[in-house]
């Protein structure tokens, strides 16, 4: 299997932009789910959906972030306007219930300017 | 308060030498246990993984769960080089399909 895949996995853009991360999860899993890493806050959960369905959306900063499931290969984060303090590594996860361990994808290195 | 408290380091050893890793938690309800390796510009990988209290032992590694005194250990025997990383340990209430939450992260370098 591949991994989870991640898209772009540098981002560069200037504050005010809409920024749009992509990740494909391993095939099969049910669980996934968007983190955020800053050597400030360590890796933070933003969001986890099974099944499409978004569980818990609680680590969500504010609205100007959002996060989609269309099917269940595919999810979007979307940050609209990005701001300075945005810049992170961001990761997406996947799971499948009964197994042990959430797999990670490489992330996405996103500098706001 | 944190609900996971990790120490980030950086803490630089031998190779050979023994590694303690620790962890505190704050909430009693978690259940699940894991130590997380991250090489640097890559995402987090699983090294162990526990359920209640106890101690699980893989190869070089050993894990150890204290819920008494709400307390994470990870021991890294004959460190190598190659275990030089970033050790995440994480809690949750229900395993790998719920939220986790991440300590700080330790930085380790094993120096040849």
């Known amino acids: 299997d591949a991994g989870v895949i991640q898209s772009p996995r540098h981002e560069v853009t200037e504050m005010g932009q809409e920024v749009t991360l992509r990740c494909k999860p391993i095939s099969g899993h049910d669980y996934l789910f968007w983190y955020r890493q800053t050597m400030m806050r360590g890796l933070e959960l933003l969001i986890y959906?099974?099944?499409?369905?978004?569980?818990?959306d609680s680590g969500m900063p504010e609205d100007r972030f959002s996060a989609k499931m269309p099917n269940a290969s595919f999810s979007t984060l979307k940050i609209q306007p990005s701001e300075p303090r945005d810049s992170a590594v961001y990761f997406c996860?996947?799971?499948?219930?009964?197994?042990?361990?959430?797999?990670f994808g490489p992330g996405t290195r996103l500098l706001v300017l | 308060q944190k609900e996971v408290e990790q120490d980030p380091g950086p803490l630089s050893v031998p190779e050979g030498a023994i590694v303690s890793l620790n962890c505190t938690y704050s909430n009693s309800a978690f259940q699940y246990f894991m130590w997380y390796r991250q090489y640097s510009r890559k995402g987090p990988e699983l090294l162990m993984y526990t359920y209640s209290s106890g101690n699980k032992e893989d190869g070089r590694f050993t894990a150890q769960v204290d819920k008494s005194s709400k307390y994470i250990s990870l021991f890294i025997r004959d460190s190598q080089p190659s275990d030089s990383a970033t050790y995440l340990c994480a809690t949750s209430h229900s395993g790998n399909t719920g939220k986790l939450i991440f300590g700080q992260g330790t930085t380790l370098q094993v120096k040849p």
């Open positions: 959906f099974n099944n499409n369905v978004p569980i818990d």
């Open positions: 996860a996947s799971s499948l219930d009964g197994e042990e361990t959430q797999y």
